[in-house]
């Protein structure tokens, strides 16, 4: 039997060795199968490097479209610089998906403009548009810039040219005509999708829908919802939840309950937004208990209440009741499982200034910091003129001296207000040089009541000096009427005002 070590070559190869060679030469096998066994435990070199593929358009498309659904401006640019990268860098011509997907990402942050650049790149590159590059810029002239004139003209070049309008295309226009209140306009893109043969769904009818629904015109609106369940297209949550909160805003709570109990029947799924929009109604209307209801209502259809929802119920119990119930309400949030965030906090905070109610910000700024919420610059707002009203001024510039202190020009001009009134003018002077240190802009208010504390303590010449200041920011009238007033209640608007 051969040897463990034969193994090690192939098959065919031994069996031909084996046949061949004289008995008597056994040692060269052995040697051979030796060799053998040390080269196949030998490690294997590396294959030479393959020449990296090249990126094809799919790949950077995919890329550009994962930027672009952030819905933001970075992911806009993100996605343009790769299309540059494309165009520039390797020298690849991209295809019209490519320019399609940047140009939607600009038009998505508010940028037409540059959208348009992009389309006109894809036309300069001799890349023909397809539906959806075309539907972009139907979108970018109806939506953005309501050059409807050029919309059209896109609508009519698709058509001449084989690309024809979609659904998407179709609707858009009628979405920057209902935008722009020209609602009968829509009708007609509407009757000409019908007599085309494009079948028109919930995204085209929803924008006439809101139309009517801002207008007051809630009759044309149910009769709309109508004809588009009879025509067999189901109208979307997002088309109910127009009409409920119009609805809602003329008290028609009886109609919205008939549409939540007629749901299941209908097709259709309330969501959050549904029950905020009749619980904001309802709270508006003084009807505080039945919202509470409907929270209930939520958690049994599955639904969890979020921040939206909770800001609603805590407005409807400060209009309602009082702030202090509110705060109370706030404060036990976590215990009914509904994350409260600084926007609810500022919503009941806000209102507790309202009541004179300073301590009750302060504690409640305390509770919020306590469960790990970050502030905003509202906050300390609110709570910089809380602790003024309360008296604690040291409290507030120490405030301002944290590192989490978030303030604008409405924080540091309710700080100067209070310092001003209690004639602490180095404090003053510390906090607008501190204003201007974080590159917040004084505005015509800030040097307003600068001049008018320091006019008060007498110091005319540095309130000359700062009026003059003001004048290189561009705010005159309101700062020269203050250095006016002051200069005559101080008696020295005259030749004797330089020597003051």
């Given at each position: 039997m051969p040897s463990p070590s034969h193994r090690a070559l192939p098959r065919l190869l031994l069996l031909r060795c084996l046949s061949s060679a004289p008995r008597r030469d056994h040692r060269f096998l052995l040697r051979f199968a030796a060799l053998a066994k040390e080269l196949s435990e030998r490690p294997q070199a590396p294959p030479p490097p393959s020449r990296p593929r090249s990126p094809h358009p799919y790949d950077y498309n995919?890329?550009?479209?994962?930027?672009?659904?952030?819905?933001?401006?970075?992911?806009?640019?993100?996605?343009?610089?790769?299309?540059?990268?494309?165009?520039?860098?390797?020298?690849?011509?991209?295809?019209?998906?490519?320019?399609?997907?940047?140009?939607?990402?600009?038009?998505?942050?508010?940028?037409?403009?540059?959208?348009?650049?992009?389309?006109?790149?894809?036309?300069?590159?001799g890349v023909t548009p397809d539906a959806a590059?075309?539907?972009?810029?139907?979108?970018?002239?109806?939506?953005?810039?309501?050059?409807?004139?050029?919309a059209y003209e896109v609508?009519?070049?698709?058509?001449?040219?084989?690309?024809?309008?979609?659904?998407?295309?179709?609707?858009?226009?009628?979405?920057?005509?209902?935008?722009?209140?020209?609602?009968?306009?829509?009708?007609?893109?509407?009757?000409?999708?019908?007599?085309?043969?494009?079948?028109?769904?919930?995204?085209?009818?929803?924008?006439?829908?809101?139309?009517?629904c801002t207008s007051g015109r809630i009759h044309e609106?149910?009769?709309?919802?109508?004809?588009?369940?009879?025509?067999?297209?189901?109208?979307?949550?997002?088309?109910?939840?127009?009409?409920v909160e119009a609805l809602c805003k003329v008290g028609s709570f009886n109609e919205v309950e008939a549409l939540l109990e007629e749901s299941s029947k209908k097709e259709?799924?309330?969501?959050?937004?549904?029950?905020?929009?009749?619980?904001?109604?309802?709270?508006?209307?003084?009807?505080?208990?039945?919202?509470?209801?409907?929270?209930?209502?939520m958690l049994s259809n599955g639904l969890h209440p979020n921040e939206v929802t909770l800001n609603i119920l805590l407005d409807g119990v400060c209009r309602s009741s009082t702030a202090w119930?509110?705060?109370?309400?706030?404060?036990?949030?976590?215990?009914?499982?509904?994350?409260?965030?600084?926007?609810?906090?500022?919503t009941v905070m806000t209102r507790l200034c309202d009541e004179r109610k300073w301590l009750g910000v302060i504690k409640l700024f305390a509770d919020m910091t306590k469960k790990g919420i970050v502030p905003?610059?509202?906050?300390?707002?609110?709570?910089?003129?809380?602790?003024?009203?309360?008296?604690?001024?040291?409290?507030?510039?120490?405030?301002?001296?944290?590192?989490?202190?978030?303030?604008?020009?409405?924080?540091?001009n309710t700080l100067i207000r209070h310092l001003s009134n209690t004639g602490k003018v180095n404090?003053?002077?510390?906090?607008?040089?501190?204003?201007?240190?974080?590159?917040?802009?004084?505005?015509?208010?800030?040097?307003?009541?600068?001049?008018d504390c320091l006019c008060r303590e007498k110091n005319f010449l540095v309130a000359v000096s700062c009026f003059y200041r003001s004048l290189e920011d561009s705010f005159f009238p309101s700062a020269f009427l203050s250095i006016v007033r002051g200069l005559i209640v101080g008696g020295k608007l005259g030749k004797d005002t330089v020597k003051a």
């Open positions: 995919r890329l550009m479209t994962a930027h672009a659904e952030s819905g933001d401006g970075a992911g806009a640019d993100r996605a343009l610089n790769l299309l540059d990268e494309m165009r520039g860098l390797l020298g690849r011509r991209p295809d019209a998906a490519c320019f399609t997907t940047a140009a939607a990402a600009l038009f998505s942050s508010s940028r037409p403009g540059a959208a348009l650049a992009v389309l006109d790149s894809m036309a300069s590159d590059a075309c539907t972009v810029l139907v979108g970018v002239y109806a939506c953005s810039l309501h050059q409807f004139a050029a609508v009519r070049w698709m058509v001449a040219n084989g690309v024809a309008p979609d659904v998407v295309t179709y609707s858009t226009l009628i979405s920057g005509l209902c935008s722009a209140g020209q609602v009968a306009e829509a009708l007609g893109v509407l009757d000409l999708m019908l007599e085309v043969g494009c079948h028109p769904n919930a995204y085209t009818y929803t924008p006439i829908m809101h139309a009517y609106a149910k009769r709309l919802l109508n004809t588009m369940v009879a025509s067999g297209c189901a109208p979307s949550t997002v088309t109910y939840n127009v009409l259709w799924t309330p969501d959050a937004i549904t029950y905020s929009s009749y619980m904001n109604g309802l709270c508006k209307a003084g009807r505080i208990d039945k919202s509470f209801a409907l929270v209930d209502r119930t509110a705060k109370r309400l706030l404060e036990s949030s976590a215990e009914f499982g509904w994350d409260a965030n600084v926007v609810n906090y500022n905003n610059s509202w906050t300390f707002s609110i709570v910089v003129h809380s602790l003024c009203k309360l008296g604690k001024l040291r409290k507030a510039l120490c405030l301002l001296g944290s590192e989490d202190f978030v303030a604008t020009v409405v924080t540091y404090e003053v002077f510390f906090v607008l040089h501190q204003m201007i240190e974080e590159g917040i802009a004084p505005t015509d208010m800030t040097y307003v009541l600068v001049i």
